[in-house]
Structure formats: structure tokens, C-alpha cells
């Protein structure tokens, strides 16, 4: 059973940059195709980026390619996001989940396991 765990999440300022981190255990990360997903109080968890099992193919929320940057490292079972010029609209609970051998997509529905999520705020 996959275990992620997010961190990394904190306040900062508008303009600043933040990288979260999702770290995996119990299963083999290297096959898995992972997603970032956030959720601000009373709105629905939306989609932010995928990368996929094989580290080849990537995909973004247009509000913001170009500003945020998903990364892998499977020799750490680590994902990472990059998170820069951060906006107000940026504050979120941020989620990372994982589908099996999955293609990237915005689809919640393809995932799997997700994590408890960490809090990024972006004070204006």
C-alpha cells in the first residue's frame, strides 16, 4: 500500500516561490505516475500537474504553466513541485497523488492514493 506524504507548504509572500515535496513508501514509486492537485476552503480540488511514470511526459493547469515545475526523483521516491511568482489566487491545500502506470491527466478519478496535503498561503 503507497503511503505519500506532502511538506514543504507555508506562507510567502505574493511574487516569492515555494517547492513542495511528496515522499513515497510502501510500493514501487518508480511506476507510478504522479499528480499535484490543490484546494482552497469551498471550492472543488482541482488539478495542477502530472508527470509520468516513465519521468517523460508532463502536463500543467494552464493557470500555471510556466510558473510551476513538476519534478521527480525516483531514487528518492520523492515528486517535487516548483512553485514560482506565486499569487494570492496560488493559496491552497496542496495534494499529491499516484496512478499505477497511469498516463498524466487532470482526472481525479485515475488516482489512487493521495496524500493529507499541505497549506501554502500567498499573502498579498
Known amino acids: 500500500q503507497m503511503r505519500l506524504v506532502e511538506s514543504g507548504g507555508t506562507l510567502v509572500q505574493a511574487g516569492g516561490s515555494l517547492r513542495l515535496s511528496c515522499t513515497a513508501s510502501?510500493?514501487?514509486?518508480?511506476?507510478?505516475?504522479m499528480g499535484w492537485f490543490r484546494q482552497a476552503p469551498g471550492t472543488a480540488r482541482e488539478f495542477v500537474a502530472s508527470?509520468?511514470?516513465?519521468?517523460?511526459?508532463?502536463y500543467y493547469a494552464e493557470s500555471v504553466k510556466g510558473r510551476f515545475t513538476i519534478s521527480r526523483d525516483n531514487a528518492k521516491n520523492t515528486l517535487y513541485l516548483q512553485m514560482n511568482r506565486l499569487a494570492p489566487e496560488d493559496t491552497a491545500e496542496y495534494f499529491c497523488a499516484a496512478a499505477k502506470y497511469g498516463e498524466v491527466t487532470l482526472s481525479k478519478a485515475a488516482y489512487s492514493h493521495w496524500g493529507q496535503g499541505t497549506q501554502v498561503t500567498v499573502s498579498s
Open positions: 508527470i509520468s511514470w516513465r519521468d517523460v511526459d508532463l
Open positions: 510502501g510500493t514501487s514509486f518508480s511506476t507510478y505516475t
